[in-house]
């Protein structure tokens, strides 16, 4: 309702002794004058001191052109000109003070009191005086407090009388609303005196009283709400009200600090010293003996306490002194608190201190801003929160108030307070701008128009239309609207006219049109005003409406208006657009008037009037359904008492579809009924759907200190006919943690705003400053905040045994992106209050929790995300309700929710044995394996291990990055460089050369784990991942098989190695063959029309590599097999050597001549060092034209004339590659499958990518190593297949097979020959690195005398390595180190 605002100020008042400091405020009953007391000055209308004397003072205004301070404007300025009362309202008036009576009462004085013409005033001696302003007594008897009968209640039949001595009042108020005096007696009593008749003496004076009540100290009365509010010395509020039959004081609430909110405090504040209510009586302000002051909502909801926090603590830690108040006095409308404060000279144990600034008693202001519900409750049927400030206005409708036209209008978001993002800032919900009025935690702040505010302030009244793109705003004359579009405002054009209307009952905004009832101050006549927005804010252009009796509140409900006026009468009219001419205007008629005196004694109390489609009875009852939305009753707020008035609807029903439905003639209203007690606010909606019809067919209340309560409709399922016995509505109580000031309906949301505060002593670190008011008193803020209620009402629902209906609002609101998190709420509430119950719960929710959750989809993750925010002393209640968690894992398996499944095994890991966990844990590997869930794989693994390491009894060890295991089993290319991510002060760089790659690990799992513990555990789950392997192997997904290493750091060379001949044997070439063209999404290459004519068919050309290869003099490929430069043992381990390009052959490739020079740029994004060694890599490749580098090639080849048919050629077979992402991962594969000697998989390759160097490059291998026989004849055999099936199926192959010919005769005639199987040895670990590093040299040696070039061995498939490992592992995810360099030391 009210929240504080920025830093309270000082007034400046001049203190030359401790005499003349301020102890009392108290202000005038418009507010507008304040008089402070002082011991020795200034002592006006009030005096607490202790001398038998009223000094009566008469202030007169120096009338005439005499004022003490006046407002400057520069010359030619327009408000100098033509405004009314200029001077009364810009200049502060200069007063005299003249002393005009004393009047001695013989005894100290303890209260006065103003009631209406007179003044009440209690002495020490236990009288009460009656004194007519004049100073008079009129001869009117003091009245003796000993002579009063008090009693319970008034029926009594006598009253017992103050039977001691001294007895007299310490603190009394007068309530207008009752009647009577709210007193405070000196011995801690309370009561309440009421003059039984008109006249004020003391035989007919009568009391009642608690009789539980000893610790009074002061008193507070709220005149709205007809409550009472009694300081006690315990530190409590306890707020009474008066029993309307039987007159007995009954207790509303209490207002009080709880243990669990303030630990340190809540019973070390003291007595209650202050007990204020605002002006508009929505709010109460209490202090307390030992400091620090609260604000509570009139049915006891705290808004802000200045005992804990930032109020309390400095950033240090170190507690503040709180701020004492003497004597505090609300501002106008609110706005301001005024306050003495500080160690007064009454003070005497305090010692003056003159240095201390906060130490001196002063005047501070506190500045508040509030909800406009306080002073305007039509805009309950709002979904916007707008506060108001004196002189601004905050919304909650952020950057797209504008939710229809203006989305791209930026609102100025620079001058918002708070900060931070709301999860629901963009995730782009459904409902009606719901992501609008959550956005953020900022608000949009409007500053109201200061040429209205200067002649019209304080601001009384505002109001916002339905879209949040207007805003009207009433002072203390005429009123000024605000579009946030324009972000301009409009003013009268007339003065006199703004000045001449005053504001009444509010306004309210219908579609385009602003209706307000005022009073005409020139025609004395109360009026219902109705304006255009798009006009000229002029009475020419409003409807005028004339009325009975002063309005107190206007509310609109689709076209209808409803007023409350000062005769306790309400009136009903019709409201519509009318087009006359060029103008539109809005006409109003009189449709109902209802006299409501019988039931409200006076017609201020009534807080709010409202018109609502709610009736008890649903529409599927009614006998006529179309009228179910129609105005069906009026809800009254009577002093907190909702009280509601239906339709009529016993009599006839007329049907009259073709009558104009203003002239029908309405139902009359049956006679009123209470709905609930303590309201605060009505929320209600005349919008329709379907979909939630029981979210906006409801009724919400606020409630103050019990929280929230709704009236929800029950509506029988599939519209069958109702049962009898069941009501048609239910009242549902529920608390939420902040104050409620908008609902969103559909939304099933709580919009509302909370005080923050921000620390600046840090900026204070002086010991000079520490004292500054600035560093004693936080600067505050006022945030948007938000809550969801959904699982409180379906609860309640579930506790009255209301399931079906708890199903049906629950289905309606599955769609709300917050749904999951609503019954994740309702799960865990009920199993924290259960499980940690202390006594034994006759009948347990939890059970009936469960099974509702289990009608929904999300009913496995809701269970599992409650446990885990759960303590686990609490899981077996838990899963006692909702089933075993070795079933729940098994469902989510079934219903393939892994991640899900993957929560329920933490769960078992604690609830079971080992041996059941790491079960359940090889079931979900498995499926992740399966399904390529690598990030869960990776967690499965390290699960896995944790397991193993747990039944020894040994702490899980977390790899290091040095460790191998961290890099897995993707060392081969891992540690060719230092990454980041590895340190490189332990880790030699000579350590990570390509020698390390020779050293393939030999036992199963290799070096990768190095605790003797985890041997075990690592060798299973090596065993899965091998099996994993060997079935992607088995189903040709290769595609996968890449992933799954590159993802998982598993070994694939090694593990290829030794399958070579067993699944990672190529059984179908074909069938390979067309899996990878589908994987790799690769087109099946075609044979274009002039093909037959092409010189490509009969060998004319070969590949451009090899022209390339001519046109430096290299040998070509045909006459590798007779070179005699490099023996059977060089040419073995030269295909694993010569992974790396040389600096040979990086100079060869660079002296190409100057066009080569720019060819080294083309073919690469790569960024940093390893540019020069890649360009030089593809550079010296022998890459066929399919790879399209045939731009690259000098000028002997360009001289070379291409015919069109040859042209067309190329065109087809650049259109026959795949994606480039696909022929990185080949290349790639095929550089593991070479290291691995699988070299049918190379092959298999080789074909689909369409390059004869790689066929060549194998056919090397096979005839200068001895490679297994089997697998020779396995290769010929797939060939021969292939050639079979591209004959008939896939003819486009055939110009490839056809250049390859040659070659696979060769492989022919050499699986004929005898193999002799001792001959070939793989090259494993064992080799130290000094062999390695002779091989490489041998290596580098053989290809300096050109035997194989780069190109053909390893250029092919080592197009980039950056570019290999990147396209592969971007499948899933990226690898975690960045670069690799491709050196050899």
């Known amino acids: 309702m009210y929240f504080l605002s920025g830093w309270p100020k000082r007034l400046l008042c001049p203190l030359g002794s401790p005499a003349e400091a301020p102890v009392h405020v108290q202000s005038d009953p418009q507010r507008t004058f304040f008089a402070v007391l002082a011991p020795v000055r200034l002592s006006i209308w009030y005096s607490r001191t202790a001398y038998g004397y009223i000094l009566f003072f008469h202030i007169t205004s120096t009338r005439g052109d005499k004022y003490l301070y006046e407002p400057v404007y520069p010359k030619g300025s327009p408000q100098m000109k033509g405004t009314p009362h200029f001077k009364e309202e810009h200049c502060a008036p200069a007063l005299n003070l003249e002393m005009r009576k004393i009047l001695d009462l013989q005894a100290p004085i303890m209260s006065l009191q103003s009631v209406l013409e007179d003044l009440l005033v209690a002495t020490s001696d236990g009288l009460l005086h009656l004194i007519h302003w004049e100073g008079m007594t009129n001869g009117r008897k003091a009245i003796n407090l000993c002579t009063v009968p008090f009693s319970v209640d008034l029926q009594s039949s006598r009253g017992s009388f103050l039977g001691f001595a001294d007895v007299h009042i310490r603190d009394m108020e007068y309530c207008a609303t009752l009647d009577g005096f709210a007193v405070v007696f000196n011995d801690g009593k309370i009561g309440f005196i009421t003059p039984v008749s008109s006249r004020f003496t003391a035989e007919q004076l009568h009391g009642v009283w608690p009789q539980d009540v000893v610790d009074g100290t002061c008193v507070a009365v709220n005149n709205k709400y007809r409550l009472m509010a009694f300081g006690c010395a315990s530190g409590t509020v306890q707020v009474y009200t008066i029993d309307n039959t039987t007159g007995a004081m009954l207790l509303s609430h209490k207002l009080e600090l709880t243990a669990k909110q303030y630990p340190d405090i809540w019973n070390k504040t003291g007595a209650v ?93 506190f500045q508040f801003i509030k909800s406009v519900l306080t002073v305007n409750p039509c805009m309950s049927n709002q979904e916007q929160v707008l506060l108001q400030g004196e002189d601004r ?59 209205y ?193 239906q339709r009529d609807r016993s009599g006839p029903q007329i049907r009259e579809k073709d009558s104009n439905p203003n002239q029908r003639k309405l139902l009359p209203f049956c006679p009123p009924v209470v709905l609930a007690q303590s309201v605060e606010n009505v929320w209600t909606t005349c919008r329709a759907n379907k979909q939630k019809r029981h979210l906006l067919e409801a009724l919400w209340l606020s409630c103050g200190g019990a929280g929230m309560k709704v009236w929800l409709p029950l509506f029988p399922r599939d519209h069958r006919k109702p049962h009898s016995f069941l009501s048609q509505r239910i009242m549902l109580p529920f608390h939420i943690n902040i104050y409620p000031l908008a609902v969103l309906f559909e939304d099933a949301l709580v919009l509302g705003a909370v005080n923050d505060t921000l620390l600046y002593d840090s900026l204070y670190a002086r010991n000079s400053a520490r004292e500054q008011l600035e560093v004693l008193f936080p600067y505050c803020v006022v945030e948007r905040t938000s809550q969801i209620y959904l699982h409180h009402i379906l609860r309640q629902l579930l506790v009255r045994n209301l399931g079906e209906q708890a199903l049906l609002l629950a289905q309606s609101c599955a769609t709300l992106p917050y749904f999951p998190h609503v019954l994740e709420l309702m799960l865990h509430e009920v199993l924290e209050e259960e499980a940690t119950s202390r006594e034994p719960i006759p009948d347990p929710l939890l059970p009936t929790v469960a099974k509702f959750i289990t009608e929904f989809p999300l009913f496995l993750q809701t269970v599992v995300h409650c446990a885990r925010k759960t303590e686990y002393a609490l899981w077996n209640y838990l899963f006692a309700a909702v089933g075993n968690p070795k079933d729940l894992f098994e469902e989510c398996l079934m219903a393939q929710d892994l991640d899900t499944a993957a929560s329920y095994l933490i769960i078992l890991q604690n609830m079971e044995v080992p041996a059941v966990s790491r079960q359940h844990a090889t079931l979900l590997f498995n499926t992740a394996l399966e399904q390529g869930k690598w990030d869960l794989c ?57 020698q390390k790659t020779l050293s393939m690990p030999s036992g199963p799992s290799g070096k990768r784990w190095s605790k003797d513990t985890d041997c075990a555990e690592n060798m299973y789950i090596d065993m899965m991942l091998w099996r994993h392997a060997r079935r992607l192997l088995e189903e040709v997904r290769l595609k996968d098989l890449g992933c799954f290493a590159a ?23 074909v069938l390979a063959l067309k899996r990878l063209h589908k994987d790799f999404l690769w087109p099946l290459p075609i044979i274009p029309a002039s093909s037959l004519s092409s010189p490509f068919k009969n060998g004319r050309y070969r590949t451009v590599g090899e022209q390339l290869l001519k046109s430096q003099s290299a040998d070509p490929f045909l006459n590798l097999e007779i070179d005699t430069g490099v023996s059977n043992v060089q040419r073995s381990q030269s295909w694993l050597g010569n992974i790396g390009p040389t600096h040979h052959e990086i100079d060869t490739a660079s002296s190409h001549g100057p066009q080569m020079q720019d060819a080294f740029l083309s073919p690469l994004s790569n960024k940093g060092d390893e540019c020069s060694i890649g360009s030089a890599t593809d550079l010296t490749e022998s890459s066929s034209v399919v790879d399209g580098d045939w731009t690259m090639v000098d000028e002997n080849f360009s001289t070379l004339s291409l015919t069109p048919s040859e042209l067309e050629h190329i065109s087809m077979e650049l259109a026959s590659k795949g994606p480039h992402k696909s022929q990185v991962q080949l290349r790639y594969l095929l550089h593991i499958f070479m290291e691995a000697g699988c070299l049918d998989w190379c092959i298999v390759i080789g074909l689909i990518l369409r390059e004869s160097s790689i066929i060549n490059q194998i056919l090397v291998i096979t005839q200068s190593s001895e490679v297994d026989g089997e697998m020779l004849r396995n290769i010929r055999t797939g060939l021969h297949a292939v050639d079979r099936w591209a004959s008939t199926d896939c003819p486009g192959y055939k110009p490839f097979l056809n250049t390859i010919k040659p070659q696979v005769q060769k492989l022919s005639d050499l699986t004929e020959e005898q193999v002799q199987p001792e001959a070939f040895q793989p090259i494993t670990v064992g080799k130290t690195p000094e062999h390695t590093s002779a091989r490489a040299e041998e290596s580098r040696g053989s290809s300096g005398h050109g035997s194989i070039p780069q190109g053909e061995v390893g250029g092919s498939s080592l197009v980039s390595r950056k570019e290999d490992d990147t396209a592969l592992a971007e499948e899933e995810e990226s690898f975690q180190d960045g670069t690799y360099d491709c050196s050899v030391s």
């Not at 003497?326 to 005024?338: D, F, K, P």
């Not at 963009?426 to 409902?431: F, K, N, V």
Request: charged share 20%; glycine share 8%.
């Open 453 to 645: 505010l200067e002649s019209n302030w304080p601001i009384r009244f505002s109001a916002i239309d339905k879209l949040g793109q207007n805003i009207a705003v009433v002072g203390k004359f005429g009123f000024a609207h605000y579009s946030l579009l324009t972000k301009k405002w409009k003013l009268f054009g007339n003065i006199t006219q703004e000045q001449n209307m005053i504001v009444t009952g509010g306004l309210a905004w219908w579609d385009d049109f602003i209706v307000l009832a005022c009073y005409n101050i020139s025609d004395r006549q109360e009026e219902l005003r109705v304006y255009l927005r798009t006009s000229n804010l002029d009475n020419a252009f409003a409807h005028i409406t004339k009325a009975q009796a002063e309005t107190l509140l206007l509310s609109v409900f689709r076209d209808m208006v409803i007023v409350f006026r000062a005769d306790c009468s309400i009136c009903l009219y019709s409201i519509e657009r009318k087009s006359d001419g060029p103008n539109t205007t809005a006409g109003i008629q009189v449709l109902q008037e209802v006299s409501m005196s019988r039931y409200i004694p006076h017609p201020f109390l009534v807080v709010s009037v409202t018109l609502t489609s709610v009736s008890t009875e649903n529409g599927i009852t009614l006998k006529m359904p179309q009228q179910a939305r129609d105005a069906e009753s009026i809800m009254l707020n009577l002093a907190g008492q909702l009280i509601m008035m």
């Open 938 to 994: 990776r967690h499965m693994i390290r699960f896995l291990k944790a397991i193993g390491s747990g039944e020894s009894e040994t702490p899980p060890s977390t790899p290091t990055a040095q460790e191998p295991s961290s890099s897995g089993g993707f060392e081969f290319f891992r540690n060719r460089s230092i990454s980041l991510s590895q340190s490189a002060e332990n880790v030699p760089a000579s350590k990570f050369s390509l």
């Open 1047 to 1069: 993802q998982l750091g598993f070994e694939l060379i090694s593990w290829l190695c030794k399958e070579r001949t067993r699944a990672a044997r190529v059984d179908n070439f």
């Open 393 to 451: 206005l905050y919304l909650n409708c952020g950057e797209a108030s504008q939710t229809q036209s203006a989305r791209s209008s930026s609102a100025h978001s620079e001058h918002k307070a708070g900060g931070g993002k709301s999860p629901f800032a963009d995730s782009g919900l459904e409902s009606q701008g719901l992501s609008t009025l959550l956005g953020h935690r900022h608000w949009h702040v409007v500053q109201i128009s200061n040429t």
């Open 273 to 365: 010293k202050l007990v204020k209510w605002s002006p508009d009586n929505s709010v109460v302000i209490v202090t307390w003996e030992n400091g620090g002051l609260s604000l509570w909502s009139v049915f006891g909801a705290q808004l802000i306490c200045t005992l804990g926090g930032d109020f309390a603590y400095r950033s240090d830690g170190t507690k503040k002194d709180p701020l004492k108040i003497n004597s505090m006095s609300w501002g106008a409308e609110g706005y301001h608190l005024w306050v003495v404060s500080g160690f007064g000279a009454h003070n005497p144990g305090i010692e003056y201190d003159s240095k201390s600034v906060v130490k001196q008693p002063g005047i501070l202001l």
